[in-house]
């Protein structure tokens, strides 16, 4: 509690002495948003900027990269308080996955941040981020409900190999994180609990803490370095702060009494009804269309191929299996054919 505490009294020192708490009459759908983003930003492996995102470039149109730069932000603090709750109750992680996951996704933030993440499109940027947790999501449910895999409650001793694919996996989630201002916490939770079946709830409070790390290494980036963090983004901040201190430990604490499958199907919900309200709201054409569907049959292969749900070596031997049936077929119809011409 000293933690929240101490950010409260801080936040409420500076709104007094810079006269601020007009922002609230502009700014106070953010703060309701961060109410359901908040509680999901410690219950689930999705950052509070998976609720911010959405609500503010396609409800409230506002720039994606104001809205990703607002979600660094304030995950940095929400997430953060989420984590201090995680590990002053002793909520069960995975210390492997936090290590592995923190490097990979440090890396990653650099790299997106400083050399792909100003070259992306508004609109692409919007529909990646929904079409691949979409994809996500069905491979998720596949697992739990159609192959009903059992789970773990801690990664195995893992070679130089897999030390290698999770470094990078969290790579590429921070290089998201760096777009859209969350991803590296749903793509390594995607990563064990699909490749080693690593349990969600376990899974859940470790990517809480993998995410408040990058999103501080993230924030900090912005505001320090190519210091792009505006005022527009600032003034929701400041509006935000005493809502996610409070609601993000609450979801940290629930997410520990919930039962698994529960935790499995609110995330099945929550990125399924964020895939439909995307199409309904930017309506993607043509290219954009195109985009989403590809990245969500990039997703799903993503999930599968490193996920280890269908390996590579099974799919190569049902590739020749096909192949040689075909010719099989064709070697057979050319001797019935050839039979045919000589009793002719």
Known sequence: MRLIITIIIIWLSYMFYADQWHLFDSGWFMSVTMIL????????????????????????????????????????????????????????????????????????????????????????????????????????????????????NSLPKLDRKEKYYLILTSTFGGILTSILGSGIDIVTFSYVTLRFRLSEKIATPTSVIIMATNSIMGFLIHLLIIRDFGIEEFNYWLVCIP??????????????????????????????VQFIFALIIIKPQKELLLFTVLIFIFGILFYTVFG????????????????????KKDGFNTTTNNDKETTL
Not at 131 to 147: G, M, R, T
Not at 246 to 268: C, D, T
């Open 308 to 327: 280890k749900i269908i390996p590579i070596s099974l799919i190569f031997k049902k590739i020749s299996s096909i192949k040689n049936l075909y010719h």
């Open 37 to 152: 983003g908040s509680f999901i930003a410690g219950a689930s492996s999705e950052g509070g900027g998976a609720v911010a995102f959405p609500v503010m470039t396609l409800i409230y149109n506002i720039s994606p990269e104001v809205a990703r730069n607002f979600s660094l932000a304030i995950q940095s603090i929400g997430m953060t308080t989420a984590s201090y709750i995680i590990l002053k109750r002793n909520i069960p992680i995975e210390k492997n996955y936090l290590i592995l996951g923190s490097a990979g996704g440090f890396g990653g933030i650099i790299i997106g941040t400083l050399l792909i993440a100003p070259y992306v499109f508004p609109s692409y940027m919007k529909m990646l981020f929904f079409s691949f947790w979409l994809s996500f999501a069905f491979v998720l449910f596949y697992l739990n409900h159609i192959k009903k895999s059992k789970v773990v």
């Open 243 to 272: 809502v996610v201190v409070i609601g993000a430990p609450i979801g940290a604490y629930v997410i520990n009494i919930l039962k698994r499958l529960f935790i499995a199907r609110f995330l099945y919900i929550i990125l399924l």
